[in-house]
């Protein structure tokens, strides 16, 4: 049975928190890749930016709706305002990418990566080996794995 380390592509491409979000961009167009890692000053892994933290940075703006009720005006929704405005003004790495990152272990079989992905709707699954970064599982990794033609 095929586990993380027979289909894990073990060249990964890796950010920082600085990278601006141009750079990103041509990051991700250049190795024709949908997201990668971010790492801090000692390559450990703190995250991950993948082209929908970047896609989200450029969408429109959804202003809260305005209740009324009696003389009050109540606006709901305000709580993820803040956070979009953010997102939307975000000029590096470091205010777009998801910190809580589900990661992998080196012998996790095939199986349970594509359960962890299918059930947590990610695309991208770091792999670990002792706590640091030896590779990164795509979809495309998995399917090469399923048809049997992984590295």
């Known amino acids: 049975m095929l586990s993380a380390k027979d289909i894990m592509t ?7 928190l600085a990278t ?3 750079d ?4 991700l167009i250049k190795h024709r890749i949908s997201g990668t890692p971010v790492v801090d000053e000692d390559g450990n892994l703190i ?4 082209e929908n933290d970047l896609i989200s940075k450029n969408k429109r703006l959804h202003i809260p709706t305005i209740l ?3 003389d009050a005006f109540i606006p709901l929704g ?38 962890i992905m299918t059930e947590k709707k990610i695309h991208l699954l770091p792999v670990l080996k002792e706590g640091r970064l030896v590779g990164i599982i795509g ?13």
């Open 68 to 70: 009324r009720l009696f």
């Open 24 to 27: 990103l961009a041509r990051i």
């Open 139 to 151: 979809k495309k990794d998995l399917i090469k794995g399923i048809a049997g033609q992984s590295e």
């Open 10 to 16: 073990k060249d990964v491409i890796t950010v920082k």
């Open 78 to 115: 305000t709580s993820r305002l803040e956070g979009e405005i953010k997102r939307m003004a975000a000029s590096t790495v470091g205010e777009i990418y998801t910190r809580n990152v589900i990661t992998i272990d080196k012998d996790t079989p095939m199986e349970d990566i594509a359960t």
């Open 47 to 50: 995250g991950i930016v993948t």
């Open 20 to 22: 601006t979000i141009e």
